[in-house]
C-alpha cells in the first residue's frame, strides 16, 4: 500500500461558507466559515472516510484524474494524508467482546482488582507467541 494519498475535491463558496465536495468519494463531503477551515475540515474527513473503508476491508478508490465533470462555480483542491496512522489505528482498534467464565472466578478477580481486558490480552499474546 502506498504510504500517503492525493485525492482531489471541489471547493464552492454560497452564502459565506465553503463547501468542500470529494470526487472519488459518495459521502466525503465537509465545510467552514474560512477558505483555510474548509481545507483543514477537508482533510479530516478525508481521514475518517479512509479509516472507515479500510476498516471495514474496503479497497481505496484511484484518485480522479479526469475532471471534465467539475462544476463551473468551483475550484479544484487537493488533501493529502498519510495512510500508514490511518492504518495503525484500525489494526489498534479496541473491539468488544463478551465472554463467559465461572461466577466465583469472576468474584475473586473483581475482589484483586484484575482487569479482564489486561489479562485475556496478556493471554491471547502468550497463545499466539507474540512478543510485543
Excluded at 484524474?65 to 467539475?70: H, L, P, R
Amino acid at each position: 500500500m502506498k504510504n500517503r494519498v492525493i485525492y482531489p475535491y471541489t471547493i464552492s463558496i454560497e452564502d459565506d461558507i465553503y463547501y468542500v465536495n470529494f470526487l472519488d468519494f459518495d459521502n466525503c463531503f465537509t465545510d467552514g466559515d474560512s477558505l483555510e477551515e474548509a481545507m483543514i475540515n477537508a482533510k479530516d474527513v478525508l481521514e475518517g472516510t479512509l479509516f472507515v473503508l479500510l476498516k471495514n476491508n474496503q479497497e481505496l478508490p484511484s484518485p480522479t484524474v479526469e475532471f471534465s465533470s467539475v462544476p463551473e462555480n468551483t475550484r479544484l483542491a487537493y488533501a493529502d494524508v498519510w495512510i500508514d496512522p490511518i492504518v495503525e489505528k484500525v489494526q489498534i482498534q479496541s473491539v468488544k467482546k463478551t465472554l463467559t467464565i465461572p461466577k466465583w472466578l469472576n468474584d475473586e478477580s473483581e475482589k484483586q482488582g484484575i482487569n479482564f481486558s489486561t489479562v485475556l490480552q496478556a493471554a491471547l499474546r502468550e497463545e499466539l507467541g507474540i512478543t510485543h
